[in-house]
């Protein structure tokens, strides 16, 4: 009788700068493959777009990495990525140019401003103050982003499913095959 392969319970991590589409296609693919969806924003940020305190979020950030399966997206703090990446049996690194978030993201705080952005991230009412969201994005392509891509070039060298998505495009047709 040939040997039963049990394979892992799927757990995908999202990565990538501020507005481009992390939080899109974790619901899309949270629906599709029917996995439990966090939103990192929603433990990271407070009410008033203060951080949550280091201790506490770290702690609630262990317990939902140590979950069987789950689709997380988001950055929260750099020193939790790599438990997530480590967990993950797939990680998804959306890869844009920066000039393209900083479109996304006027298109977004001005639905926001609006009262029409359908999920606002960390699920919060109020629009955060856009000279301060530029300059994260900025610090996260010039610091985060290529500590992003070694670590994704590391699970890779291991076996580890690393997908890639480079333009608005890439996601679309990998949301549409996924």
């Not at 589409?21 to 493959?33: F, I, M, V």
């Not at 940020?45 to 979020?57: C, E, F, I, K, R």
């Not at 790599?82 to 890869?95: N, Q, S």
Request: glycine share 6%; proline share 7%.
């Amino acid at each position: 009788m040939p040997a039963t392969v049990i394979e892992p319970m799927p757990r995908i991590v999202i990565l990538g700068n501020t507005s481009g589409g992390k939080s899109t296609l974790a619901r899309h693919l949270s629906k599709k493959r029917n996995l439990p969806h966090i939103e990192i924003d929603r433990l990271y940020w407070q009410p008033d777009w203060s951080t949550t305190p280091t201790d506490l979020y770290e702690r609630r950030h262990a317990e939902i990495v140590d979950r069987d399966d789950w689709i997380i997206d988001g950055g929260g703090n750099l020193a939790t990525v790599r438990a997530r990446a480590d967990r993950a049996t797939e990680i998804i690194l959306i890869d844009m140019p920066l000039w393209v978030h900083f479109w996304l993201a006027a298109e977004r705080q001005i639905l926001w401003a609006n009262g029409t952005l359908e999920h606002p991230p960390a699920g919060v009412v109020d629009v955060p103050p856009t000279r301060r969201l530029f300059e994260i994005m900025w610090e996260v392509d010039r610091d985060w982003m290529p500590a992003l891509r070694s670590l994704c070039d590391e699970h890779e060298a291991h076996g580890k499913t690393v997908v890639r998505l480079g333009s608005l495009e890439a996601i679309d047709v990998f949301a549409g095959s996924n």
